[in-house]
T-cell receptor, first 111, second 114 residues
Framework: KNQVEQSPQSLIILEGKNCTLQ??????????LRWYKQDTGRGPVSLTI?????NTKSNGRYTATLDADTKQSSLHITASQLSDSASYIC??????????FGTGTRLTIIP | DGGITQSPKYLFRKEGQNVTLSCEQN?????MYWYRQDPGQGLRLIYY???????QKGDIAEGYSVSREKKESFPLTVTSAQKNPTAFYLC?????????????FGPGTRLTVT
């Protein structure tokens, strides 16, 4: 069964600090992996997309990594800001275009 | 929210009533999707449509119905047969191929049934 697991479920950090969110998946055959940011009560917004051959991709203060061998991805946030408070969702697409969503990590940045 | 509008933002209904959630997009995308989001769970696919006048059941279609009479509109009806309708509903559209698609989500509708 295709699954995407994210950890931690929730995380609280001080403004300005860095953090790393984890995503492990069992989706096969793999096509790509996306990280989304979802503000409370809003729809998700795409941050990065990574295919099999990519192992790092950055979008401003967000850096995603992918290890296709171990089926793990991480999202690193540098110099966190209050506006980073949101849920971060990992989504893996299989080669038949089926999307499997993780349950998300709820990140809270405190001043 | 990428040119996708959902209305209303909050919806309250009594148990036993059908309710229709609106989703409109001005992105000219062929594919549209409805997801349900519950606390502690990943998004689950209800229905999707790849083209006008055609739609397919997703993983949790029971108790829901859709129509796709126009490219820009994909309304979702939550029927009284849906056992646990209270949830956050997200509409999305998609463009592009398997490895390079972009999926845009609407702002969502929170449905509460009492």
């Amino acid at each position: 069964k295709n699954q995407v697991e994210q950890s931690p479920q929730s995380l609280i950090i001080l403004e300005g600090k860095n953090c790393t969110l984890q995503c492990n998946y069992t989706v096969s055959p793999f096509s790509n992996l996306r990280w989304y940011k979802q503000d409370t009560g809003r729809g998700p917004v795409s941050l990065t997309i990574m295919t099999f051959s990519e192992n790092t991709k950055s979008n401003g203060r967000y850096t995603a990594t992918l290890d296709a061998d171990t089926k793990q991805s991480s999202l690193h946030i540098t110099a966190s800001q209050l506006s980073d408070s949101a849920s971060y969702i990992c989504v893996v697409t299989s080669q038949n275009e089926k999307l499997t969503f993780g349950t998300g990590t709820r990140l809270t940045i405190i001043p | 929210d990428g040119g996708i509008t959902q209305s209303p933002k909050y919806l309250f209904r009594k148990e036993g009533q059908n309710v229709t959630l609106s989703c409109e997009q001005n992105l000219n995308h062929d594919a549209m999707y409805w997801y349900r989001q519950d606390p502690g769970q990943g998004l689950r696919l209800i229905y999707y449509s790849q083209i006008v006048n055609d739609f397919q059941k997703g993983d949790i279609a029971e108790g829901y119905s859709v129509s796709r009479e126009k490219k820009e509109s994909f309304p979702l009806t939550v029927t009284s047969a849906q056992k646990n309708p209270t949830a956050f509903y997200l509409c999305a559209s998609k463009v592009g191929g398997m490895s390079s698609y972009e999926q845009y989500f609407g702002p969502g509708t929170r449905l509460t049934v009492t």
